[in-house]
């Protein structure tokens, strides 16, 4: 284990994003309604993207030509390495498609592989353009709530069973899974994808939270050639280096006719023109990133266990278990027996911090709130006496 001390990279570095076209600084008064608070929410980390890669940007900058981009073999090669070294996971080029995002991709999996009026299931809660997009896309919102004990999620798969119908074409799987930190173990994986298989239903797996895990992640397609067979993986180095602003994202499937199929969609919706510094950036965090998500992922679990103590040592009633995956702790307001306005509105009045609200999730969000932990450990403790001087003084 890497202790702090000993890392490379500074996490304890003040940065500004503030005036920067930043959604999640910038985007306060529209998305809250108030400009004044402690931005905790979007899934973007307030730590500067490693030298490795901003070097590779400035070069690029510096030649200042800004055209067209297009795919190049060491992109490829970079993701290729670092789905094998990383999840031991083997891909070839010809299962990679390279496209500006991983929700664009997830519409387009919509549209790829369902037709109007078809079903869709989600499970929430769960990040809210996976489900907004099935009702986009005017294919029909089937939910499958995940089952919860004691902060604890797992998938309910009879109930599942019980929603599946001829017109269920999609399964949208969020793996690992925001909000609730699931690294769904190969034994859920094996089962979810069994009952897919026997009813001829594809999988799109969203796996752009997959490095920042803190237990043994299994991408879905890696386990079996049946599996693989329904599977289309969503993924991108957009969360885990904090690039998500450069629109650079890329589906996999082992399946030609499954990935020819999306192509399709994706040439149609123009999805698959990527952004000029997305290449660069994507290409030099996958080749050169492997230390920096071994020393980020040490960081936030600090931050993370931080938390965890600074809410219990305060006798909080608010209350999350630590996450197996991301930077996002689902905080649970259940035990302070308030009304989920009054929590939301305390929350944005009183403590002056803005967090997601967990019915954005899904109505299963009752009650919770989305806190982003990945900034300074500074920042954080003045946030979370921030949120607590509203509730304790119930
Ligand atoms: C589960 C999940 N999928 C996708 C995204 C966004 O992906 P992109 O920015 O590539 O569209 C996020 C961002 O928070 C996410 O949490």
């Known amino acids: 284990m890497i202790g702090v001390l000993d890392m490379i990279y500074n996490f304890d570095e003040k940065i500004n994003r503030k005036g920067t076209n930043s959604a999640k600084y910038d985007g306060l008064k529209r998305y809250f309604g108030y400009e004044d608070l402690n931005p905790l929410w979007v899934a973007d980390m307030d730590f500067k993207t490693p030298k490795f890669i901003n070097d590779e940007i400035i070069k690029a900058a510096e030649n200042s030509v800004y055209g067209y981009s297009i795919d190049d073999e060491q992109t490829y090669n970079a993701i290729i390495a670092w789905q094998k070294n990383r999840h031991n996971w083997q891909i070839e080029q010809k299962d990679i498609y390279m496209i500006n995002g991983v929700v664009p991709a997830y519409s387009a999996c919509i549209e790829a592989f369902s037709d109007i009026e078809d079903e869709i299931i989600v499970q929430t809660p769960v990040y809210p353009p996976l489900f907004k997009s099935v009702k986009a896309n005017n294919r029909k919102l089937i939910i499958n709530k995940l089952k919860e004990k004691d902060g604890y999620y797992t998938m309910d798969l009879d109930d599942l069973k019980s929603k599946i119908?001829?017109?269920?074409?999609?399964?949208?799987?969020?793996?690992?899974?925001?909000?609730?930190?699931?690294?769904?173990?190969?034994?859920?994986?094996?089962?979810?994808?069994?009952?897919?298989?026997?009813?001829?239903?594809?999988?799109?797996?969203?796996?752009?939270?997959?490095?920042?895990?803190?237990?043994?992640?299994?991408?879905?397609?890696?386990?079996?050639?049946?599996?693989?067979?329904?599977?289309?993986?969503?993924?991108?180095?957009?969360?885990?280096?904090?690039?998500?602003?450069?629109?650079?994202?890329?589906?996999?499937?082992?399946?030609?006719?499954?990935?020819?199929?999306?192509?399709?969609?994706?040439?149609?919706?123009?999805?698959?023109?990527?952004?000029?510094?997305?290449?660069?950036?994507?290409?030099?965090?996958?080749?050169?990133?492997?230390?920096?998500?071994?020393?980020?992922?040490?960081?936030?679990?600090?931050?993370?266990?931080?938390?965890?103590?600074?809410?219990?040592?305060?006798?909080?009633?608010?209350?999350?278990?630590?996450?197996?995956?991301?930077?996002?702790?689902?905080?649970?307001?259940?035990?302070?027996?308030?009304?989920?306005?009054?929590?939301?509105?305390?929350?944005?009045?009183?403590?002056?911090?803005?967090?997601?609200?967990?019915?954005?999730?899904?109505?299963?969000?009752?009650?919770?709130?989305?806190?982003?932990?990945?900034?300074?450990?500074d920042a954080l403790e003045v946030a979370l006496a921030d949120i607590l001087r509203a509730f304790n003084s119930n």
């Not at 050639?225 to 589906?251: E, P, Q, R, V, W």
């Not at 969609?265 to 920096?292: C, D, L, M, P, W």
């Not at 307001?333 to 939301?344: A, C, G, N, V």
């Open 165 to 377: 119908s001829k017109k269920t074409k999609i399964l949208c799987l969020c793996s690992p899974h925001n909000p609730v930190g699931r690294v769904w173990s190969k034994i859920e994986l094996e089962e979810l994808a069994t009952i897919c298989i026997e009813n001829d239903i594809t999988i799109v797996s969203d796996e752009i939270h997959s490095d920042i895990t803190f237990k043994k992640f299994t991408p879905l397609a890696s386990i079996s050639k049946k599996i693989a067979d329904i599977t289309i993986t969503l993924n991108s180095a957009g969360k885990t280096f904090n690039i998500a602003g450069l629109n650079c994202a890329y589906a996999i499937s082992k399946n030609i006719n499954i990935l020819d199929k999306f192509k399709l969609v994706a040439q149609k919706r123009e999805i698959n023109s990527v952004n000029f510094f997305g290449y660069i950036s994507t290409k030099a965090a996958y080749q050169n990133g492997a230390e920096y998500v071994d020393e980020l992922k040490e960081y936030l679990k600090e931050n993370m266990k931080f938390t965890k103590d600074y809410l219990l040592k305060n006798c909080s009633d608010i209350d999350f278990l630590l996450p197996e995956a991301t930077y996002l702790l689902w905080l649970n307001f259940r035990k302070t027996s308030l009304p989920h306005d009054e929590i939301k509105n305390k929350l944005l009045r009183e403590s002056k911090v803005a967090l997601n609200d967990g019915r954005s999730f899904g109505s299963n969000g009752d009650s919770y709130f989305r806190l982003n932990v990945a900034l300074r450990k």
